[in-house]
């Protein structure tokens, strides 16, 4: 009686501390905001005055330091199998401050590819992938709310982060905001990690795991290569590798496609927060759905939604048409945030979670590197973003129709 009130009070224990590690890996999301292009956006324009660098040759910069970037994701997914998410989690989140502070000083091009390289490789790649594990390691039946939450403390802590960067770099410049983030990383995150993230529960886990899903088997768990030969991993990485694609593209020039239409910097940063505050909303609506429908379903309105966006942007003629479009993305985005962050645990399992969710975010940071540079060489090329929007469009409604007939596993709501 005795070992089975320790045991309970164990399983109560390792129940709450999930949504723990759950906050951690939201705030670690938040974490990567250097590496990723909607904070690189943030100093995008302040950045290439100072560098005299220009916006075509910024674009293929990015380019090659996201492609090389992503490589990044590749053996650390493996890692945080290995020897856990504290450990990984605490040493990336030095790394990448040190890297940021030092790319602060930056004078000449090739450095500046070389740190945004490592911004991008560490904070976009690698912390993501962390990030992202950390909630599949601790919930199986309940990943579905457990990511849903995920994404609502990731999606205030951006909402936060994005105009305190923005008002930092207007009022300080660019290379003082770049050195508090490092700083913050340092002070902040690391500590934070170190401190309250607990040893993953293992393959062989009764407590927390108990919990979760008391049904649950380890052994139903999909290797890396199951998961890559399933036709549904593929649907669902590129259709959310093809909304990284275009958020990357519209966050590094959004400023610019919106002059395009006439409207001066300070709508694009009213754009920016209307986004995040609707993505909440899409984080949430999300969650609620899938918890009681289905991934697929979520995934296919997501792309719908952000189809009618895209198309939709080269028309805007007002801030209210301005809004409306950013309503749209941040719906879509809330709704792509939650499938990608929950399909890959529902559908493969725990065990090798690392290792598959690596080569999906491999995709869609790949993904990223390719949106700012389509978009600079498309409006080079044609002198006007509209075009470009229109294909993307097309493309994300024939996903669409993919993500309705492709066999997803059960376990993921097919």
Known sequence: MQNARVEARGVGWQAYYGWVVV????????????????????????????????????????????????????????????????????????????????????QSAAMLLLFVTLTRGLGQSALSVVSLA????????????????????????????????????????????????????????????????????????????????????????????????????????????????????????????????????????????VTAITGLAGNFIAGAWADRGSLRRVLVAALLLLAGALAALPHVSTPAHVMAQAVAMGLAGGFVMVVFFSFWGKAYGRTHLGRIQGVAQALTVFASATGPLLLARWVEATGSYAGAFYALAVTLVGLACGALVVRVPASAGG
């Open 23 to 106: 906050g951690v890996a939201a705030l670690a999301m938040v974490g990567t905001l250097p590496g990723r292009t909607q904070g690189l956006g943030l100093i995008t324009e302040p950045l290439l005055r100072d560098m005299a660098v220009d916006r075509v040759r910024f674009a293929e910069l990015n380019f090659v330091a996201t492609l090389v970037g992503s490589l990044f994701c590749f053996g650390i997914g493996g890692l945080v199998d290995r020897v856990g998410s504290r450990l990984v989690l605490t040493s990336l989140s030095l790394a990448l401050g040190a890297v940021v502070v030092a790319m602060s000083s930056v």
């Open 134 to 273: 950390m909630p599949g390691k601790w919930f199986r039946r309940r990943l579905t709310w457990a990511m849903g939450v995920y994404a609502l403390v990731m999606s205030v802590g951006f909402m936060l982060a994005f105009p305190a960067v923005g008002a930092l770099v207007t009022s300080r410049g660019w290379r003082v905001a770049w050195t508090s983030i490092g700083v913050a990383l340092i002070v902040v995150l690391a500590p934070v990690a170190w401190a309250f993230v607990r040893p993953d529960p293992g393959p062989n886990a009764e407590l927390e795991v108990a919990v979760a899903d008391p049904s649950g088997s380890e052994s139903a768990d999909s290797t890396l290569g199951a998961a890559l030969r399933s036709p549904a991993f593929w649907v669902f990485g590129v259709a959310s590798s093809l909304y990284g694609l275009a958020a990357s593209g519209i966050g590094l020039f959004n400023e610019s496609i919106l002059a395009e239409r006439g409207f001066l910097p300070d709508v694009y940063y009213q754009a920016l927060a």
